[in-house]
């Protein structure tokens, strides 16, 4: 009985490991038996234009360079982080994938997975791309391709706004009050906001915290991860006080971002609200949801509106810049793609087919629509640009500040709530 | 447990085919040499047969358990290996996090709610469908047609229908009910009750199907007799066949129990990310990815998963032992009891 309990686990141990052992091989990418290279690349356009514009560089990419084959993997852009930090962790990672800076690049870079491209971008992308680099920069290394400048501020459908008779765009919070009391009088909401995703519910409270804090305080901030500084609750303050008028569309606590007519981009596409507070990807999002899918005819812009009794400078963005990195095992080609990227031609083709601002100065040209001129005058006249809040404090703590904001949308939280959520976050 | 399963089969398994070796080969003479190999044959037999699904057992089971309970004393990010070491610092925060707390009580909400809905709304419904009628099968299938549906196809299905501006409220206001409509997922007082309606309609034809083949199992011979005695159709109900679907009704709950306490997938998907713990329908499933993968926070996340199997384990093994203890006496307990 003993003896056969024993040989039965011997049995059971040698098989798990062998199973085990199983598990462990195979993964990894590059380079091929007979010298091709394979990349393969996340990004987060499943739709459209977006998606096409990947597939027509990658071709052209490998059209220039043979032996090289590019596999593109679209995904949704809600599953991107997750997904990215499994794929890391299991050692098979992709070997180009989307990256935004921040605490979250930082993290990625801590853990030694991302490539360091200071020697690996071309001398004439760094003119090019002038300061969007330091986007990418940690610990003076930089670790991503900026491909996209996406400032934030309130895109608005102008044909609404003026039949509330909103003539002037709003300066300051009190006239933004003002001009919503009259869009709701028309009947639609004033604005749309995405607080089933989170981030677009947070982005206001990013944006009263960018009037409310000085910038010395927002990256001190990168680096305590903790909202000692009063002026988080002041933020938290006047977001409540703004909430009080309910300016928002109903049922926003489950309207998402960006899929389908019902999402906040989905509403301003079809007249249903006036205004969205959004970075400069917006206009691409919304033609794809427009009845014809063609770009909004009347959408129109203008920057967050000033809070009296900030820290902040007048005129300063809330934004991000999209880029993308390697994978730390990436092969050589992969750097090759990322300079071919911000040529001033991809550059351009980028700006039109995602209708939003190069990260290239050189390809400003292709920016035509008034909405979007609009953006890049204010985003050449801000003091500073800080980067989204979410994503310069890291994954933890963005997430826990994020939720803590839709908590206060949904009458739930208060100013404190936020400052507590992000400070216990930080312990986990 | 796996030591305890392994050598009770390994008994089971030992008994049948020796009896059958013994059948073939009455002589008591039987030389010791053949005896031996008999025994590697079965040795061998049950390697084979248990193997596999040991190993598939230990590996995707025994020991992401415990791989969860090591990381569970670590605040690890998920990338390399975990060194920062902070003993019971993640369990601390996890018990005296209100939103915790209030995830606990929205399983104990749906824990209940699912009980007291979906028992006496199945059992009706199987008593109703267990009788002869027109088109019973055609009911019996609508019944059990959102058991089968995908979780993910039920949760966009009515979180479009429920959207303030969706379905629901447009029927409501053009039949002239419009003063019914509400936020019905996006209200954090209405969404938990939303939330275990959808479950209600998802999963009673689970339990209604589990309580016929309960009906099906009492002989007909009971109610005839008990006809003849002068007994009523509810009386007969009341008197005999619930108490004979005792053991059904048991099992049943002990299914819908430790699902509802694992919710996961529908307030997911009707909720997204994010905004369960503000409407009010986060569960313990929901805040562990929440605040372990989406927050990138493994460790944390980890020991909330510990947590969480705790919680399932006590809540099973309290109801195995006060509750299922008759009807599974000689089937779990190896006839020891």
């Not at chain 1, 930090?85 to 800076?101: E, I, K, V, Y």
């Not at chain 1, 330091?134 to 044909?159: C, H, R, W």
């Not at chain 1, 980028?350 to 005058?377: N, R």
Request: proline content about 4%; overall charge negative; glycine content about 10%.
């Amino acid at each position: 009985m003993n003896t056969r309990k024993i040989l039965a686990g011997a049995a059971l141990a040698v098989a798990g490991t062998l199973a085990l052992g199983g598990c462990a091989a195979g993964g990894g990418s590059g380079q091929n038996a007979d010298g091709s290279v394979t990349l393969t690349l996340w990004h987060n356009s499943t739709t459209g234009d977006g998606k096409k514009y990947w597939e027509d560089t990658a071709a052209a990419f490998e059209a220039a360079n043979p032996g090289v084959t590019i596999e593109i993997q679209a995904v949704q852009n809600e599953e991107m982080d997750g997904k990215l930090q499994t794929a890391l962790n299991s050692g098979d990672a992709p070997d180009l994938f989307m990256a935004r800076g921040g605490g979250k690049l930082a993290d990625i870079v801590t853990a030694g997975q991302a490539m360091d491209l200071t020697d690996k971008i071309s001398a004439d992308a760094k003119t090019a791309l002038g300061s969007s680099l330091s986007a990418f920069e940690i610990d003076g290394k930089n670790y991503g391709m900026p491909v996209a400048v996406l400032p934030s501020g309130i895109f608005t459908s102008q044909d609404l706004l003026t039949a509330a008779g909103v003539t002037a765009a709003p300066k300051t919070i009190a006239e933004l009050e003002a001009a919503n009391a009259k869009i709701k009088a028309t009947g639609v909401a004033p604005i749309a906001v995405g607080a089933k995703d989170a981030w677009p519910a947070a982005h206001w409270y990013y944006n009263f915290a960018l009037r409310a804090c000085s910038k010395d305080v927002l990256d001190s901030a990168a680096a305590s991860r903790s909202f000692d500084d009063p002026c988080w609750l002041k933020a938290g303050e006047d977001l409540q006080s703004f909430l009080a008028t309910q300016p928002f569309n109903d049922g926003f606590l489950t309207t998402a971002a960006q899929q389908g007519a019902g999402s906040s981009a989905g509403l301003l596409a079809n007249h249903q609200a006036a205004m969205e507070l959004m970075g400069a990807w917006d206009p691409g999002v919304i033609a794809s949801l427009t009845p014809d899918e063609q770009p909004l005819a009347d959408l129109g812009w203008f920057p967050f509106p000033e809070v009296s009794g900030g820290d902040g400078e007048p005129g300063a963005m809330m934004g991000g810049v999209d880029g993308y990195s390697c994978w730390v095992n990436a092969p050589a080609q992969c750097t090759d793609f990322l300079n071919f990227l911000v040529n001033k031609e991809n550059q351009e083709a980028y700006a039109k087919a995602f209708q939003t601002l190069p990260a290239s100065s050189e390809a400003e040209g292709a920016v035509t629509t008034p909405a979007l001129k609009s953006v890049l005058e204010a985003y050449a006249k801000a003091p500073y640009v800080s980067v989204w809040l979410d994503t310069l404090y890291g994954q933890n703590v963005g997430n826990a500040l994020n939720v803590a904001v839709v908590d206060m949308f949904a009458g739930k939280g208060s100013p404190q709530g936020i400052v507590d959520a992000v400070n216990a976050a930080a312990s986990r | 447990m796996t030591t305890q399963l392994a050598a009770s089969a390994t008994d089971a398994g030992s008994r049948r085919p020796a009896g059958e070796g013994a059948h073939r080969t009455p002589s008591a003479g039987r030389p010791p040499a053949r005896r031996r190999l008999e025994n590697w044959r079965i040795r061998g037999e049950l390697a084979i047969l248990l193997g596999p699904a040991l190993v598939v057992f230990v590996s995707f089971v025994i020991l992401p358990v415990a791989l969860a309970a090591y990381y569970g004393f670590y605040k690890w990010s998920g990338f390399g290996t975990p060194v920062d070491f902070v003993g019971i610092r993640n369990y601390v925060t996890i018990l005296t996090d209100p939103a915790f707390h209030e995830a606990l009580g929205h399983n104990a909400f749906i824990v209940v709610g699912s009980l007291v809905l979906q028992g006496p709304l199945a059992l009706g419904l199987a008593l109703l469908l267990n009788r002869k009628m027109r088109a019973q099968s055609l009911i019996r299938v609508l019944i059990f047609v959102p058991y089968v549906i995908s979780e993910v196809v039920v949760g966009l299905g009515w979180g479009l229908m429920l959207q303030s501006g969706g379905a629901l409220n447009g029927a409501l206001e053009k039949i002239g009910l419009g003063a019914l409509r509400a936020d019905w997922i996006s209200d954090p007082a209405l969404a938990i009750w939303t939330l275990l309606i959808i479950i209600t309609w998802k999963y009673i034809g689970f339990a209604v199907i589990l309580f016929l083949a309960g009906l099906q199992g009492i002989p007909e011979e009971l109610s005839e007799a008990a006809a003849i005695d002068g007994a009523s159709y509810w009386q007969i109900q009341r008197h005999i066949v619930l108490p004979l679907m005792g053991p059904t009704i048991r099992i049943w709950a002990f299914l819908s129990i430790i699902g509802s306490l694992q919710l996961f997938d529908l307030v997911w998907i009707i909720w997204g990310q994010y905004v369960a713990s503000t409407a009010g329908t986060s569960t313990m499933a929901t805040y562990m990815v929440a605040n372990g993968r989406n927050a990138g926070s493994f460790g944390y996340g980890s020991a909330v998963a510990v947590v969480m199997f705790l919680i399932s384990l006590a809540v099973a093994l309290v109801y195995q032992r006060f509750v299922l203890r008759r009807d599974t006496a000689g089937a779990l307990t190896g006839g020891t009891t």
